[in-house]
């Protein structure tokens, strides 16, 4: 493994024709997430794992005023220009991670060849007055006003059960909190991105979609949304939750695997 730029990690295939996979995680999250898929993935396939604005080693947000997923795509771009590589792209992505994914592919920011997806959060999608959107704006309202571990509190026992966050370990609790506002970030950014459904239906590269049993009713929202739209979807459901590719890497990472050697 080699780091290309600050946050954002390289593991070259044997052959130098061999697929390449981008990987981008969860908010309050950072490649690492990947740890075991990459092991899976290394030394077939040219893996390059991103740690996200504000997470892992990369860069925080340069500006927290309108702050938006374009924000995250230069680092990205510029790293592939510097590997020089030339085939298209496989991209995989959980969550916020999945929402720029769809973004990558729908404004062609990159060459992709295919998507691989665990509930991206493209809360955007939803009607203002729909059940999914009111949840997730009645999350986002819960954490204004609030101190960085209150809101992270919030937003990590949203996503996985009441009592969450504080059965963590101290050290783990640390850095949570200390990603906060990059959390408040990327939700300013899902819930106001320009794209819409007519965009993400000139998505024509094939899309796994994968969603978790127990997941939220936003997440789900989405899910549906994406699903009714996208030209080339294949929908599989995991017995997990929103945090399956952490969770439940056992039961994930073989559908990923093997959807990214089929479309390869």
Same mark, same amino acid.
């Given at each position: #493994? ?7 990690? @390289?593991?070259?295939? *044997? ?25 899976? &993935? ?14 892992? *080693?990369? $860069?925080? %947000? ?27 792209? /496989?991209?995989?992505?959980?969550? @916020? ?18 998507? %691989?997806? @665990?509930? $991206? ?5 939803? !009607?203002? =007055? ?12 819960? #954490?204004?006003? *609030?101190?960085? /571990? ?6 990590? =026992? ?12 101290? *050290?783990?609790?640390?850095? #949570? ?6 959390? %408040?970030? =990327?939700? =300013?950014?899902?819930?106001?991105? !320009? ?30 949304? &994406? ?17 399956? !590719?952490? /969770? ?17």
């Amino acid at each position: #493994m080699k780091d290309l730029a600050d946050g954002i990690h @390289y593991w070259p295939a *044997k052959s130098a024709e061999a697929g390449v996979v981008v990987l981008l995680h969860s908010s309050q999250s950072a490649s690492s997430q990947w740890r075991e898929l990459i092991q899976q &993935l290394a030394g077939s396939t040219h893996v390059i794992a991103v740690d996200l604005l504000g997470y892992g *080693k990369a $860069p925080a %947000a340069k500006s927290s005023a309108h702050f938006r997923l374009e924000q995250e795509i230069p680092r990205i771009k510029e790293s592939l220009e510097k590997l020089d590589i030339s085939q298209p792209v /496989t991209l995989i992505g959980h969550s @916020y991670g999945g929402a720029l994914a769809l973004k990558l592919a729908a404004e062609q920011w990159l060459d992709v060849h295919s998507l %691989a997806l @665990y509930e $991206p959060v493209s809360f955007h999608v939803l !009607p203002e =007055d729909s059940p999914g959107m009111l949840e997730i704006r009645e999350v986002s309202e819960a #954490m204004h006003g *609030k101190d960085a /571990t209150e809101c992270t509190r919030h937003f990590v =026992d949203y996503w996985n059960q009441a009592g969450y966050f504080d059965a963590l370990p101290a *050290k783990i609790q640390g850095l #949570m909190v200390g990603q906060a506002a990059k959390v %408040a970030l =990327d939700f =300013d950014a899902l819930l106001n991105e !320009p794209l819409t459904l007519d965009d993400y239906q000139q998505v024509h590269q094939p899309v796994l979609l994968l969603t978790g049993e127990y997941t939220r009713r936003s997440a789900k929202a989405v899910v549906r949304a &994406l699903a009714a739209t996208l030209p080339k979807v294949q929908e599989r459901e995991v017995a997990a939750g929103h945090m399956g !590719p952490l /969770t439940h890497p056992v039961e994930v990472n073989p559908l990923i695997t093997d959807f990214i050697k089929g479309a390869l």
